[in-house]
């Protein structure tokens, strides 16, 4: 079965320190996705990454194709940070395009 | 700013009603999709079409749940009838249709249906 797992499933924190958000799949894939969703809100997509690494201000998100694992990390968290983030994956083979998601991480970010 | 729109934003109905849910996907995407949010459940992919063909729509309760793409700039997920178990948020996603392009997401239509 085609499963995404995520972890920590809520997670608080103080402003300022640094947040990391993981990410495990079961089989091989063809892309991964980084979304972000605050309370009531849309989905916003912070990173698609299919290996390596990828920086956005304060924002890191890295990919080990062989151990089917992402992280996602947060340097200098704001209380602005506080959202879920949910992590997504497109399965590769099969034909199918459609995202699997994980669970979230409801992340808090006291000042 | 391309976005994908969603309407109507908020649907409170009746059970029994039908409900209609509309996206406009982001001009030239020609992957769309609709997902279902809820509490329990999290996010599960209900349809998808690509160039307008309906490709997978396993995930849609079929007896009552109806997806359709009359044209390339309007998707539609239509509920007939709609259930209080049907309450959830709904969302419409977009993208170019080769595997490694990013999705986009619209902000979703939180129906309730009581």
């Known amino acids: 079965k085609n499963e995404v797992e995520q972890s920590p499933q809520n997670l608080t924190a103080q402003e300022g320190e640094f947040i990391t958000i993981n990410c495990s799949y079961s089989v091989g894939i063809s892309a991964l996705h980084w979304l972000q969703q605050h309370p009531g809100g849309g989905i916003v997509s912070l990173f698609m990454?299919?290996?390596g690494k990828k920086k956005h201000g304060r924002l890191i998100a890295t990919i080990n194709i062989q151990e089917k694992h992402s992280s996602l990390h947060i340097t200098a968290s704001h209380p602005r940070d506080s959202a879920v983030y949910i992590c997504?994956?497109?399965?590769?083979?099969?034909?199918?395009?459609?995202?699997?998601f994980g669970k979230g991480t409801h992340l808090i970010i006291q000042p | 700013d391309a976005r994908v729109t969603q309407t109507p934003r908020h649907k409170v109905t009746e059970m029994g009603q039908e409900v209609t849910m509309r996206c406009q996907p982001i001009?030239?995407?020609?992957?769309v999709f609709w997902y279902r949010q809820t509490m329990m459940q999290g996010l599960e992919l209900l349809a998808y079409?690509?160039?307008?063909?309906?490709?997978?729509d396993s995930g849609m309760p079929k007896d009552r749940f109806s997806a359709e793409m009359p044209d390339a700039t309007l998707a539609t997920l239509k509920i007939q009838p709609s259930e209080p178990r049907d309450s959830a948020v709904y969302f419409c996603?977009?993208?170019?249709?080769?595997?490694?392009?990013?999705?986009?997401f619209g902000q979703g239509t939180r129906l309730t249906v009581v």
């Open positions: 001009l030239g995407h020609n992957t």
């Open positions: 996603a977009s993208y170019e249709g080769h595997l490694r392009s990013e999705a986009f």
């Open positions: 997504a994956v497109r399965f590769s083979g099969g034909g199918a395009d459609g995202l699997t």
């Open positions: 990454l299919s290996s």
């Open positions: 079409f690509r160039n307008r063909a309906p490709l997978d």
